[in-house]
């Protein structure tokens, strides 16, 4: 059974770097047919996908045109995990943010995690 | 980017009842990768169809997906106590996912 395990601060202050990790279990992070990603849900943006790392012989990444300069999601292969920071972080950036597996659509999501920006 | 628009916002009905819910695109999504999840507050979304029309694992058949080209149906063939939740629809291309804004099934 394939489990994602997120964790990470819950409080995030403007200006700084939100991090979180998602640990996986019951598949690899390195697996030449998965996908791994990171999405958010706010009131005011609903689901917004973020973006992805996955592994074809190299590791590779896809950003949302919308935090593409602020995002860096990479891989951890001896701990099976991938993690999301976000740079320069304001209020608006404040959802809960999921990990989840998935090329086309997500078969398995983390369990949320609620991230607060404020000071 | 492809923008799903989903309608309507809020179903109201009554367990038993059939619930026909909408995901129009606005262009044509790329072979056919739409899917819908299941959402409850607190929860992760929950993936119900894959490919317009494929169950997830386990999920029952009482869900059933349709469509094609920019325009989608999710069906509930007899509304359970546990399906009364937000749905929404997510589209993959260029590399990425988008999402609809969600309809809420409501009890009536």
């Known amino acids: 059974q394939v489990q994602l395990q997120q964790a990470g601060p819950g409080l995030v202050k403007p200006s700084q770097t939100l991090s979180l990790t998602c640990a996986v279990s019951g598949d690899s992070i390195s697996s030449n047919s998965a996908i791994w990603n990171w999405i958010r849900q706010s009131p005011s943006r609903g689901l917004e996908w973020l973006g992805r790392?996955?592994?074809?012989?190299?590791?590779?990444?896809d950003y949302a045109v919308s935090v593409k300069s602020r995002i860096i999601i990479d891989p951890d292969t001896s701990k099976n995990q991938f993690s999301l920071h976000l740079n320069s972080v304001t209020p608006d950036d404040t959802a809960v943010y999921f990990c989840a597996r998935g090329v086309t659509a997500g078969d398995y999501w983390g369990q949320g995690t609620l991230v607060t920006v404020s000071s | 980017e492809i923008v799903l628009t989903q309608s309507p916002g809020t179903l109201s009905l009554s367990p038993g009842e059939r619930a026909t819910l909408s995901c129009r695109a606005s262009q044509s999504v790329n072979s056919n990768y739409l899917a819908w999840y299941q959402k409850k507050p607190g929860q992760a979304p929950r993936l119900l169809i894959y490919?317009?029309?494929n169950r997830a694992t386990g999920m029952p058949d009482r869900f059933s997906g349709s469509g094609s080209g920019t325009d989608f149906t999710l069906t509930i063939s007899r509304l359970e106590p546990e399906d009364f939740a937000v749905y929404y629809c997510q589209q993959y291309g260029n590399s990425s996912w988008t999402f609809g804004q969600g309809t809420k099934v409501e009890i009536k």
């Open positions: 790392t996955y592994y074809r012989s190299e590791w590779h990444n």
């Open positions: 490919g317009v029309s």
